[in-house]
């Protein structure tokens, strides 16, 4: 295993051979969109292993990890603790269908850590979170319409597939076959950071808004943050109105602290969705909030929702090992190791004369080939992002491996050294000249 830059220049025939494979018998070849590499073309690497930082394919080649599986793993790849946790919940059963004391253990460390968080359910992906925080704030409100934020991507759920970031804006897809009129119906698109838009929905809805949601720092359109206050008057305008405010924090919570975007802001929502970090790798997230809205929730009211694999044991276990570790000091450090990276990227970008932009919160950030910091959707969406690619194609032939696209965030772990970031440094130093012209 190399310790610091990767050796990413290898040979991909097995990823190639797998790919080939894949696609005969998986649509694209891969299981998610954005993993098929195609806003940025070259195969998708197949990957063989993690360890801490790095990641090895198929063909052996390493790599510095920056997707952190799009987020979750804090704590690096395989982590010790995480792993541990995981094999000694399997050894006492895969599954149970029935409630156990881990479940009640995350639950509190959940509502302990994030501000107005009474109660959480248990869910098995981001997805899930929102699609069933959204059903219940309709149930609890007794209102249909949502407005949400182009750009902003509550995962693949019919409602919320409205001008969505991720791997929607990656293709450039408008709104996706399947999503009945009818579906989409209730929902509402506005510009983020745009309070005249949101001035504007309230306005032209006379039987009321159900709810508001947002990713309180977007990060599927590229890093996008709210504009100072902009997060204080969704909470302002949705009391005002009487409706809901959900942030759906699968990005950014247990990520910018353990509070997550509801304490680095100090506003609370009435409703958070959570995936990610608090599976720490595994299949589990969560949606929790008020306690008299969440006890809408069957059985205890009558908004149904429910999940087979909902609070896995083996997830949760994993779950609550990588979240027992994230303490002010894991936070501390993760900032240390994003704040060197941002700015050695931005260096890298400026000495050679590239235009870029490296938006931040705490420890997420990404990277936007454009002249002006990035606002909203229609921005994110005039970067650069033919440069991306090549940004992108040069790391990972160093060994460096970045999100395949310019709509995703950039993420480090703890796992990263300092010599890991600097190497990526110097690759990005020396590939930043490509990207003139
Ligand atoms: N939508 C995910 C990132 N925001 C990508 C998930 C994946 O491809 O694994």
Known sequence: MTTAAGDGEGETESSQDLFARAQRVIPGGVNSPVRAFRSVGGTPRFIASGSGSHLTDADG?????????????????????????AKAAVDRGSSYGAPTAAEVEFAETITEAVPGVDMVRCVSSGTEAAMSAIRLARGATGRDKVVKFAGHYHGHSDALLASAGSGVATFGLPDSPGVTAGAAADTIVVGWNDRSGVERAFAQEPEGVAL??????????????????FLEFLREITVRHGSLLLFDEVMTGFRLGRGGAVAHFGVTPDLVAFGKVVGGGFPLAAFGGRADVMRQLAPEGPVYQAGTLSGNPVAVAAGLAQLRLLDDAAYAGLQRRADRLIRGLSDAFSGAGVAAQVPHVNSMFSVFFADEPVRDYDAAKAADHGRYARFFQGMLTRGHYLPASGYEAVFVSLAHSEADLDATIAAAKDVAPELVA
Not at 63 to 79: E, F, K, N, T
Not at 216 to 224: E, L, R, T
């Open 61 to 85: 080649n390493h790599y510095l990890d920056y997707v952190c599986s799009w987020g979750p793993l804090i704590l690096g790849h395989a982590h010790p603790d995480v792993a541990a946790a």
């Open 212 to 229: 508001v949601v947002c990713e309180p720092v977007a990060a599927n359109m590229g890093v996008v943050p709210p504009d100072p206050g």
